[in-house]
Every structure is written in C-alpha cells, then in structure tokens.
C-alpha cells in the first residue's frame, strides 16, 4: 500500500484517507473479514456510484513476492490491462515458469474459499459448493476427493459425505500468511482463487469457474479423465501482467496498465 500510494503521489494524484468524495478508492483486498471489514461498504458505495476501486491483494504467482493490482475485482471480473504490450519475457523476470503436465497423479482436489470474500459472495454455503463439486466429480470419475477448506474459513465437516479427505492447511514457518500446498493431485476443483492460477502452472488441470483467471487453461468434469494437454504459454505471459513486485509498485508500470478502467 506505502508503495502504491508512494507511485501516485509521485505522478501528481492526490491521496486522502478515508473519503467518500474521491474519484476512485483504494483498499487491500475484497475478503471482508477481521481488520478487513469496513472496506466492504467502501467498495460497495464507489461502486454503486459507478466510482472505480483499486484493489491490492496478495499474488498467486510468487506468494509474499508479487502482489495483484487491479479494478473493481481481483477475479477475471476485474481489470487487470495484462491483454496487450506485453513483455514476452515477464514471467521469467518473476521467476516463474510452466511445470509439465501431470497425468499420473490420483486425488482430486476441491480448494474451498473464504465464505466472507466477494469473489464467493454469489455462491451462498461454502458446504453447499463444495457437496456440488463432490456431486460433479463423481459423475466422472472414481478417484478419491480431498477436501481443502481455507485457511482462516473453517468449514462444518458434518455437512460433508463421509468418505472424503480433509486436508488442513499448515502454516509455513517465517511467513506472513502462507500455507503449505503440495498440489500432488490429478485435477484441483476451485472457485476463482489462487489455487487455480497455481494448479495451472504447476500443470494440474483446474477445474474452475468462468470468472476465475485460470479459466481459460481450465478443464471441464467431463474432461476431467483426458490429457492435460492446454497451450499455457501465452496465459502465463498474460498472468504476469497481473502482478508486481513491491519495487515495481513504486515505480508504477501497474497504474499505465489500469488506467483505461480508471
């Protein structure tokens, strides 16, 4: 945030806090949640005002090192300016790269989200989409289903059938808010978080919604048993377009590539 507001003052834009009479707000994130939920009436004022709102959030390419920026949604809702003048080379500069695809893995895993983000806000029950994602998966196949709720979103198991894994996230040691994640699965069923651009880049297919930014590498159920075989090459060049380091917040690439939402 320090480095974001730092770039626009540099450029000339006036920054105030806590105003309803600006011409576009900034807040970090969209999970109205602890510390986080005033912003909600923020975000749901600008926009009901057809005001726009950027939004930082933590990155799903480097996790503590690139940080999302964007307009209105960190969803595929969102604008993000990462279709054009894009630097064919930007994903190796943040350290990031395609792994081969993998086909000989056997769990599926369903990657719950927070119940209070506006990402899910139109899926009520976070129970009730993850017995959907069951009900979907086992129309196609056998393999066993491991359940991961979010971190900070405990779900109620007793809502859940009986026969499926319950994985629980681990806090890894020196870090913020990062949690362990091996992704040794066959396919990675999630809504439109992190753990879908994840599963695509470490070449697990993603079973996702259309508002997710994994969407267009993502596979359907009834694919679920076939190759995973998707050209991501352009997507990941894309996805790093996305994101930004904290240095690169300063410097401000990221308010050239908005500005057109703004």
């Given at each position: 945030?320090?480095?974001?507001?730092?770039?626009?003052?540099?450029?000339?834009?006036?920054?105030?806090?806590?105003?309803?009479?600006?011409?576009?707000?900034?807040?970090?994130?969209v999970?109205?949640?602890?510390?986080?939920?005033?912003?909600?009436?923020?975000?749901?004022?600008?926009?009901?005002?057809?005001?726009?709102?950027i939004?930082?959030?933590?990155?799903?390419?480097?996790?503590g090192?690139?940080?999302?920026?964007?307009?209105?949604?960190?969803?595929?809702?969102?604008?993000?300016?990462?279709?054009?003048?894009?630097d064919?080379d930007?994903?190796?500069?943040?350290g990031?790269?395609l792994a081969t695809?993998?086909?000989?893995?056997?769990?599926?895993?369903?990657?719950?989200?927070?119940?209070?983000?506006?990402?899910?806000?139109?899926?009520?029950?976070?129970e009730n989409?993850?017995?959907q994602?069951?009900?979907?998966?086992?129309?196609?196949?056998?393999?066993?289903?491991?359940?991961?709720?979010h971190?900070?979103?405990?779900?109620?198991?007793?809502?859940?059938?009986?026969?499926?894994?319950?994985?629980?996230?681990?806090?890894l040691?020196?870090?913020y808010?990062?949690?362990?994640m091996t992704?040794?699965?066959?396919?990675?069923?999630?809504?439109?978080?992190?753990p879908?651009?994840?599963?695509?880049?470490?070449?697990?297919?993603?079973?996702?919604?259309?508002?997710?930014?994994?969407?267009?590498?993502s596979?359907?159920?009834?694919g679920?048993?076939?190759?995973y075989?998707?050209?991501?090459?352009?997507?990941?060049?894309?996805?790093?377009?996305?994101?930004?380091?904290?240095?690169?917040?300063q410097?401000?690439?990221?308010?050239?590539?908005?500005?057109?939402?703004?």
């Amino acid at each position: 945030m320090s480095a974001v507001l730092s770039h626009l003052q540099s450029v000339g834009i006036s920054t105030v806090q806590n105003s309803w009479d600006a011409d576009a707000a900034l807040i970090w994130s969209v999970l109205w949640h602890g510390r986080m939920v005033s912003n909600r009436s923020v975000y749901e004022y600008y926009r009901t005002k057809s005001r726009p709102v950027i939004i930082i959030d933590i990155g799903a390419l480097v996790r503590g090192h690139t940080w999302k920026i964007s307009v209105n949604n960190i969803t595929a809702e969102g604008y993000y300016g990462h279709r054009e003048n894009l630097d064919l080379d930007r994903p190796k500069k943040l350290g990031v790269k395609l792994a081969t695809a993998q086909n000989q893995n056997s769990t599926i895993l369903i990657a719950a989200q927070h119940r209070n983000s506006q990402q899910v806000i139109k899926l009520g029950s976070m129970e009730n989409w993850i017995n959907q994602q069951i009900t979907n998966v086992r129309a196609v196949t056998d393999r066993p289903i491991v359940v991961r709720p979010h971190p900070r979103s405990p779900i109620n198991v007793k809502l859940l059938p009986a026969d499926v894994h319950i994985e629980t996230p681990t806090r890894l040691p020196n870090t913020y808010d990062s949690f362990d994640m091996t992704l040794d699965c066959h396919a990675v069923v999630n809504h439109n978080s992190g753990p879908g651009i994840q599963a695509a880049i470490a070449g697990i297919r993603p079973i996702v919604d259309a508002t997710s930014l994994a969407h267009p590498v993502s596979v359907a159920f009834r694919g679920i048993e076939t190759a995973y075989d998707i050209d991501r090459s352009q997507w990941l060049i894309e996805m790093a377009h996305t994101e930004y380091t904290v240095q690169e917040l300063q410097e401000g690439s990221w308010l050239k590539r908005i500005a057109p939402a703004l």
